[in-house]
Structure formats: C-alpha cells, structure tokens
C-alpha cells in the first residue's frame, strides 16, 4: 500500500504564526500533506494530523505555541493516534529541546524540511518516533518550485524569491533561524510565475527576508531588478509585489526597474527602523538617515504615486529622549503612508539582548504612543488627498464586518471599501471612487 493510500480519509489542520513567508510554507506544508490523501479538517479536534508554522521573532510569538500545545495535548490524550509536528522559526531555533520539553510533539522541521514533510508523516514510526530534522539544506531552496502548494486565494499568490538574511541586525533573531541568503534562479520563478498565470492568479506577492539582496549569493551580476524585468514579460499577471526591502541594499538601478514595470505596484514597504543614526549604528541597519532621505527621494521622483510604509522600533537600548524625539521629527518631515510601530523586546541570542540601558516598560509605551500619534495624523491627512479621486482595484471580497460592503486594494494597497453590487465577483479589476478618507480604511462607489 502506498503513502497516498495509507492516509486517506485523513484529515490535516495547521495553524501559522508569523510572517508571509510562513504564510507561504504553510501552503506547502498543506500541498505535501494534500499529496498523502489528507484533507482539511474545519475544526482542530477533527484532525489525525496538527502541524504548528512558528515564529520566534518575538517572545509572545512562542509564548503562544506553547499555550496551543497545552490545548492539543488534551486532545492527544483523548486520541493517541494523533500527530502533531512543530514546524518554522521555533522549531529550527529550539530543535530537539522542544521535544524535550513537550514530549507529547512527533516531529520538528526547520524551514529547509517542507519537503521531507511527507516521508516524515507516513513512516510508521513517526507517531512517538520523535523526528528531528532542522539542518540547513541550501538546496532545499532549489525544492521549492517541486513543491505542491495548497494557496488560500485563486487570486493572489506568495512566490518565496530567497530564503535566509545575511544582515544581523543586533535586535533580529531571523539570520540564526533562517540561515545566509540563498536565491532561487530567475528562471525557476518565472516558472512557477507563469503557471500562476495560466492558472488565472492576477497578483503575486515575491518573497524574501530582504528582496533587495536577492541574486548577490550568484556571484554573476545578477540582482532583483533583473528579476523584475524578467516577471514583467510574463502575461496574465497583473500586479507584482514584493516584502520586504531595505534600505542598505537597494539601489537606483533597482529604482529604476520598479519605475519602468507595467506591473510592479506602486508601494514601497521601506523599513527605516528608527530616525537617528546613532541608534541605526546600534542596530547595525547599515546605512544613515541621510542615505535613507536619498534613497526615498529618488524613489518618489521615479513614482511620483508611490504609497511608502515602514517600519519603527521604539525603546531600543540606549535610545534617549533626544533620539526619540529625532524618530518623531523625520515622520513629520518624509510622511509615510503608514508605519507599524514595534516596542522593542529582547530575544536571546541577539547582541542586543546583551546590552546595557536597556529602556523600562512605562517609557518605551509612551514613546510608542507618540510616535503613533504623530502616524496616525500623517496617515490621515495622506489618506484625505485621495477623496474625489478615481483608483483601480481588484476586488478581494466581503469584508468581515458587513457582507454587503466589499473590499479591494489599490496598486499601493491601499484598502477601499464600496458597497456591493450584484454582478461583483472576486478577483474582479474594478474602479472606484473614493468619498470619505479614515486613518486606517477609504470608503467609496464603484464607478
């Protein structure tokens, strides 16, 4: 009997925590388990297989974890011939020492392992055998393109460009979990591309931990504005993103090439980080504010309706007053269009975990407070220059509030909400009109 035969009638239920590239893996841990006959269970106790997508990015991110385990183990107790495997970021940072803590896991695979998964879960001796497998594999990437994915969407797809990050910034655990920065070739995800196309998929998000980086480990010249001039000519695909970017690797000819594609978005998630050099240094970011200023500069006079986000981390060790108040002064001055603002918390293993002044709760909470208050003003006013202006969207669906106010995103993501109309369907191009502007959401007729 073969592997497909032995799980029939089986059914699978994953839960991810984090970022979208372990949106993404997800996809594929599903399509492997799809593969043995797996189907999806709707709730978790109906399920012969719980597979948990973790991140460790952050304390509460595996704090979480844990609280599930706890849940799961009374369903284990109940049904014995369940599995559970611990998959992501957690599991390559704690390998075995997860089992050793919660016995009741099956197996752990690091983020290079998806596509054992299925040799995994269909030994016999996976059920209590205690399975690790967390050693990095750089031609695991390669693997990607041979990997089902079950996608949530039939609109929208993640494509992972790379896998790893090369940077260490002091306060980030990712380069220790996810390795050096391994590139796919240009040519394996212009195929997996195209089949998206073929497939009627009108939006693909590329992936990477800093797409700016990707091609460098090539060694040949190659860089993502390569890749972006290749993903352009593939027909079908009508918006092209792409997360995240940094400032120390992207260049002018990168620039260049966003401007110039008929389908790269007009949205930019630039993360700055923090607003004074001093601290940048500190969080080894690699570049100044003044570069930064450059950088975006250039960026808005090539798109000149470029939508730019970033990131923020407030109450890093050693930040003063003074600095903050630096964080403060360069919102006002470049306005982004939102920025998701982090308490800064210490993960072990880090060198900023070992730092000296680190900041005290009550001050960090305030300083996030005002920079959030400052944003919040910009994003308003940014938001109130669209009324009375006419965009593209492609149509994503209800929203969960009200099943008769549908929702879609603009080229720089904008999200507009328009009251339905019968002929709408998902994933169509539509325009609309926007009437009223709020902080965080545009409200609008369809034209």
């Given amino acids: 009997m073969d592997k497909e035969q032995l799980s029939m009638g089986k059914k699978y239920y994953t839960i991810t925590y984090g970022c979208q590239m372990n949106e993404s893996d ?3 841990i599903n399509g492997q388990l799809e593969e043995l006959g797996y189907r999806p269970a709707e709730e978790m106790e109906d399920a012969d297989i719980v597979i948990m997508n ?10 979480k974890v844990y609280g599930k385990i706890g849940e799961i183990k009374k369903l284990k107790d109940k049904n014995p011939d369940m599995l559970l495997g611990i998959a992501g970021c957690m599991a390559q940072e704690n390998k075995g020492k997860l089992i050793e803590r919660m016995p009741i896991i099956d197996f752990v695979i690091g983020p290079y392992h998806i596509h054992d998964l299925k040799d995994i879960v269909s030994k016999e001796n996976a059920r209590g055998g205690h399975v690790v497998k967390t050693e990095r594999n750089p031609h695991s990437v390669e693997d990607y393109s041979e990997l089902k994915s079950v996608r949530k969407s039939k609109i929208f797809a993640w494509v992972p460009i790379m896998q790893g990050c090369n940077k260490f910034c002091t306060y980030c655990i990712v380069p220790y979990v996810r390795g050096r920065e391994i590139s796919r070739t240009i040519d394996d995800i212009s195929n997996e591309i195209q089949t998206l196309a073929d497939e009627g998929y ?10 700016n980086s990707y091609g460098l480990d090539f060694r040949n010249g190659t860089d993502f504005g390569d890749l972006i001039r290749a993903i352009d000519k593939i027909d079908g695909i009508e918006r092209v993103r792409y997360m995240t970017s940094h400032p120390r690797d992207m260049t002018f000819e990168m620039i260049d090439a966003m401007a110039e594609s008929s389908k790269v978005v007009r949205h930019m998630h630039l993360p700055v980080q923090h607003g004074s050099n001093e601290m940048l240094k500190k969080m080894n970011r690699g570049y100044t504010i003044e570069h930064f200023k450059e950088l975006l500069s250039y960026v808005r006079s090539k798109m000149p309706d470029i ?3 970033t990131d923020l981390i407030t109450g890093f060790p050693g930040e003063t007053e003074e600095m903050h108040q630096e964080t403060l002064a360069l919102l006002k001055e470049v306005r982004f269009d939102s920025a998701y603002t982090f308490i800064y918390s210490p993960r072990t293993g880090t060198p900023a975990a070992r730092m000296e002044d680190q900041i005290d709760s009550d001050t ?3 300083r996030l407070q005002e920079l959030m208050d400052v944003e919040n003003e910009v994003s308003l006013e940014l938001n109130k220059e669209m009324e009375g ?3 593209s969207i492609i149509v994503e669906g209800p929203s ?9 995103r ?4 904008k999200m507009i909400l328009f009251p339905y109309k019968e002929g709408i369907s998902v994933g169509d191009i539509v325009d609309v009109k926007v009437d009223t502007a709020q902080t965080w959401v545009l409200k609008g007729e369809l034209i």
């Fill in 26 to 28: 997800t996809e594929r």
């Fill in 54 to 63: 973790t991140c460790s990015v952050r304390q509460n991110a595996e704090e």
């Fill in 202 to 211: 009108k939006e693909v998000t590329l992936l990477g931990q800093n797409v």
């Fill in 307 to 309: 939508v730019v986000t």
């Fill in 364 to 366: 960090k909470h305030r």
């Fill in 389 to 391: 202006k006419t965009y």
């Fill in 400 to 408: 969960k509030q009200d099943p008769m106010n549908w929702y879609g």
């Fill in 410 to 413: 603009t080229s720089g993501n």
